[in-house]
């Protein structure tokens, strides 16, 4: 059984993984040229449900724990006046939570833990066509070609191999501009310590400016901002982003004025409940199959994802469709109500009562009172 998996993302890699530990072979086709091609961008917080559970299932548990930093799970939340609202700070040393990885660190974790030639760099897949008698023949840019019995799309959201299974639309749910802090500690003290170990974020009206620390010392910074009709180089201008926090704490928009290199996006979505008709020999893990906002599910549900599909394929080797068909209907299920919730956090981030209703949901309700009696 030939298994090609488009996209080398956490999903796809961490399937790869998996698959390799059952003594199951798989080429992973990656469009980029290397590794180190392209930044990957900031840190994640793994779920001891989801990813972390892949990992475990992946046998990288250890080399996790030597790579994370659970004082990274400590975040403040701030009012545009530099309040604190919420202030977390996780029991020291303690991997019970949800410690944070630097992307990078954990792509590097799960490539060093594959076969050298698991990878095919700078493929990238432009059509998969079906075979008449089964499997797809894969066709690269710059015209090389595959075969495979088994695609799975892991090539995340603007995936190709999902146009094979539906139609579903993307929809543009926020603009996120990114900036980045090197060296912050020597650079910008003030900065370091205004973020501290994890994560903040000052949350104003329809708009949130965020900063997160990485393991390498720098800052990432992330301004939130609502789905506009703007072109997105207009988010390039310093200047146009600080007059958009006119009026915010000086302290805070320095973030904005020390960042680098501001990187506008659109932030996407796919409906929520998007799900397909089982068709022979091809599936989607990840935001192929599920693109949400980003609220920290996306890569914990890709993983996780991905350890499914692989134990399934696993327990049965000489029948993929009935694992594929077992794996969407348990994927379906489980990533429908993560999809609505995370909608529903993203309205909530970039509403105009943002900060109360940020500050309720971190709130622990107090417990009921005991029937009386
Ligand atoms: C700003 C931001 C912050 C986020 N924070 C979090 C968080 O804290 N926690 C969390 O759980 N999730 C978070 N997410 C979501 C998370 O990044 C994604 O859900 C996750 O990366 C999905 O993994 P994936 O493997 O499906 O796709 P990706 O990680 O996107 O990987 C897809 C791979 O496929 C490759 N590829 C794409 N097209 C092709 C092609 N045609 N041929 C070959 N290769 C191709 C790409 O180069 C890439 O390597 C965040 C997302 C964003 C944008």
Redesign the pocket.
Known sequence: MRIAI???????LTLARILHQHGIGAVV????ASRSARSQ??S??LHPES?QQALAAAGLAGRFRSEARPEGEEHRILDPAGRTLVHHTPQPGSFAGRPEIDRSALRDLLLDSLPRDAVAWQ????AATPRPAGGFGLTFDGGRSADCDVLIG???????VRSLLTDAKLSYVAT?V?LSIGDADRRHPDLADLVGPGNLWCVGVNQILAAQRLGDGSIRV?ISLRAEDRHMDTYRSKRALLDMFDGWNPSLTALIEAGDNPSPRR?EAMPTGTRWAHQPGITL????AHLMP?V???????MLDAAELAAELAANPAGPDAAIRTYEEAMFVRTHPIAEMSARIQAMMLSPTAADDIVRFFTPRPAEPAPAG
């Open positions: 488009a996209g080398g993302g956490l999903g796809g086709y990656e469009r980029e961008g900031g994640l917080d990813g493929h990238r897949l432009v892991a090539d995340g959201a603007r995936s190709v996120l990114e992330g932030i893990i990840g935001d192929a980003p920290g599910e996306g890569a914990n549900q890709a």
